[in-house]
């Protein structure tokens, strides 16, 4: 099959749509199961490419979270810890499979974000991936292969509706790619640069130790920006992407967006959040809702009379603006990546409040002594890729 009808566009008054291989051969994905609409396919299509990448690139098994065309968070499978069992809600599972590993991690990333997303593995689907994903929000998921158990569970959730696309891992895209815009066709090489180790050479500043694990994360970095609407920058630690700025005009918005995620995400870690006790029956993204609100500027309104009963069993302890602030300031060892050169050292300065040890972006900026100077300031060990990565 070569053509496939969708409901209708972006928008229910964008029709006709429709999914259709211009040289007459077979379409590289099925449907398995629901009816994925234009953008489940742009997800769809986006997010495999990312795991794709990511697992060749780094030799475990890779997932993401895909939302409106932009990860909102993407991991390898390594296993979870103690603590990343209980903020992801897996505490009650014997050991997840590594690419249930990889997906519980990349959808922990910005639980948020990921509500109501699109799931992209790089190895088969196995039971453990379905379970976790018939308890959250989501629209659909692709993988190159099912197990039987695994799609008996998919094709139950949302009542048979749920979109489970599998896509041939052999296909290759055209070498050009074309895309009309406003009548007017656009035309471009296929972007199949290729990030790896190779590209991480070029460290420019005093600091010139970056170990292993952080090449790993620059790694998982800047392939989650190849395939992230820019601008856009990705912090990412062990493996997983801990906050992704996507779309802003500014990179220092990008920066400061990306930044409050990850430092929400250390905060989910908290003891005092780890102590939190919810009503009986709470669903998980009213759970996500509160934690999100506890540890934000917003916490007082958490905890105003009456309010903090629709979620709380018990009226939480304050977290107050010391507490949170000191936690922030302990973590470390967080890898920042950028899909272009940062044009002032403002970024670095963002990056090194939510912890960031290490950097990766293309340099060429005119104020790139800067920028160098003001991740030496920190000790960050900084490097230049020379290969901007925009996606659009």
């Given at each position: 099959?070569?053509?496939?009808?969708?409901?209708?566009?972006?928008?229910?008054?964008?029709k006709?749509?429709?999914?259709?291989?211009?040289d007459?051969?077979d379409?590289?994905?099925?449907?398995?199961?629901?009816?994925?609409g234009?953008?489940?396919?742009?997800d769809?299509?986006?997010?495999?490419?990312?795991?794709?990448?990511?697992a060749?690139?780094t030799?475990?098994?890779?997932?993401?979270?895909?939302?409106?065309?932009?990860?909102?968070?993407?991991?390898?499978?390594?296993?979870l810890?103690?603590?990343?069992r209980?903020?992801?809600?897996?505490?009650?599972?014997?050991?997840?499979?590594?690419?249930?590993?990889?997906?519980?991690?990349?959808?922990?990333?910005?639980?948020?974000?990921?509500y109501?997303?699109?799931?992209?593995?790089s190895?088969?689907?196995?039971?453990?991936?379905a379970?976790y994903?018939?308890?959250?929000?989501?629209?659909?998921?692709?993988?190159?292969?099912?197990?039987?158990?695994?799609?008996?569970?998919?094709?139950?959730?949302k009542?048979?509706?749920?979109?489970?696309?599998?896509?041939?891992?052999?296909?290759?895209?055209?070498?050009?790619?074309?895309?009309d815009v406003?009548?007017?066709?656009?035309?471009?090489?296929?972007?199949?640069?290729?990030i790896?180790?190779?590209?991480?050479?070029n460290?420019?500043?005093?600091?010139?130790?970056?170990?292993?694990?952080?090449?790993?994360?620059?790694?998982?970095?800047?392939?989650?920006?190849k395939?992230?609407?820019?601008n856009?920058?990705?912090?990412?630690?062990?493996?997983?992407?801990?906050?992704?700025?996507?779309?802003?005009?500014?990179?220092?918005?990008?920066t400061?967006?990306a930044?409050?995620?990850?430092?929400?995400?250390?905060?989910?870690?908290?003891?005092?959040?780890?102590?939190?006790?919810?009503v009986?029956?709470?669903?998980?993204?009213n759970?996500?809702?509160?934690i999100?609100v506890?540890?934000?500027?917003?916490?007082?309104?958490?905890?105003?009379?009456?309010?903090?009963?629709?979620?709380?069993?018990?009226?939480?302890?304050?977290?107050?603006?010391?507490?949170?602030?000191?936690?922030?300031?302990?973590?470390?060892?967080?890898?920042?990546?950028?899909?272009?050169?940062?044009?002032?050292?403002?970024?670095?300065?963002?990056?090194?409040?939510?912890?960031?040890?290490?950097?990766?972006e293309?340099?060429?900026?005119?104020?790139?002594?800067?920028v160098?100077?003001?991740?030496?300031?920190?000790?960050?060990a900084?490097?230049?890729?020379?290969?901007?990565?925009?996606?659009?």
């Amino acid at each position: 099959m070569n053509e496939l009808e969708l409901k209708y566009g972006c928008n229910p008054n964008q029709k006709p749509a429709r999914i259709f291989m211009k040289d007459g051969s077979d379409l590289p994905v099925t449907v398995l199961c629901g009816k994925p609409g234009y953008i489940n396919f742009l997800d769809a299509l986006n997010s495999w490419q990312l795991v794709r990448e990511l697992a060749k690139a780094t030799g475990m098994p890779a997932a993401a979270s895909f939302k409106h065309v932009s990860p909102a968070g993407a991991a390898v499978g390594r296993p979870l810890s103690g603590v990343e069992r209980q903020i992801y809600f897996v505490e009650d599972e014997g050991e997840p499979s590594p690419i249930a590993c990889a997906y519980i991690r990349a959808r922990g990333a910005d639980r948020m974000s990921s509500y109501g997303d699109w799931a992209a593995l790089s190895e088969v689907c196995d039971a453990d991936v379905a379970r976790y994903l018939r308890r959250e929000v989501s629209d659909g998921i692709i993988a190159p292969g099912y197990t039987e158990e695994a799609l008996q569970i998919l094709g139950a959730k949302k009542g048979g509706r749920y979109n489970v696309v599998q896509v041939d891992p052999s296909y290759q895209p055209a070498p050009t790619e074309v895309k009309d815009v406003f009548g007017i066709s656009f035309e471009q090489g296929h972007n199949d640069f290729r990030i790896d180790r190779g590209l991480l050479g070029n460290v420019v500043t005093r600091n010139r130790e970056v170990p292993e694990t952080a090449l790993v994360d620059m790694i998982v970095s800047l392939i989650t920006l190849k395939y992230t609407q820019s601008n856009s920058v990705c912090y990412v630690k062990d493996g997983q992407a801990i906050g992704v700025g996507a779309g802003q005009q500014s990179r220092i918005h990008c920066t400061r967006l990306a930044g409050g995620k990850a430092d929400t995400w250390y905060l989910r870690q908290h003891p005092k959040v780890l102590g939190l006790r919810f009503v009986e029956g709470i669903r998980r993204a009213n759970r996500d809702n509160a934690i999100d609100v506890y540890v934000s500027d917003e916490h007082d309104d958490v905890l105003a009379e009456g309010e903090w009963q629709k979620w709380f069993a018990e009226r939480p302890e304050v977290l107050t603006r010391e507490e949170r602030a000191a936690w922030i300031a302990a973590q470390t060892g967080v890898t920042l990546g950028s899909d272009a050169f940062f044009p002032f050292g403002d970024n670095v300065e963002r990056a090194h409040k939510s912890g960031a040890s290490y950097i990766v972006e293309p340099g060429g900026s005119i104020r790139d002594d800067n920028v160098i100077e003001t991740a030496d300031k920190y000790g960050i060990a900084m490097c230049f890729t020379g290969m901007r990565l925009f996606h659009h």
